[in-house]
């Protein structure tokens, strides 16, 4: 049974609280079978000195939607996600409002998931694109 998108929000918001993920003001907006989208607020607190989204806060909030992506595919009972590769390629500077990363599938494996990651602005604009390699490993041997 496939839990409603209300109780899936709720649940990431109960699993981030006190993480990077919750400092960063991370929310999950919608997800499906292949895709999921989060977005973060583009305030201060996320700027490079210059006053623009900083590529590192841009990266952790790509690497958090592949990642929780990934767990969507998984019994979280018996398996653990695990970013092991990331890229992104920065195109355009944003300096407020928000950013949306959208992961979807370029490949579905039982041990290993490969992602593209658009994050874009609120005119969805591209601002980044990311790609990610996750590993599902047991939780117990």
Sequence with gaps: MQLSKEVMIERFREM??????????IEMVDFDDDFLILKMPVTPKVHQPDGVLHGGATVALAETTGSFAAELL??????FVRGIEISANHVKSVRSGHVYAKATFIHKGRTTQ???IRVTNDDDHLISLCKLTTVSLPRTK
């Design 74 to 79: 998984l019994d979280t009972k018996q398996f």
């Design 16 to 25: 981030t609280r006190g993480t990077l993920i919750e400092t960063l003001n």
């Design 114 to 116: 490969l992602f593209e």
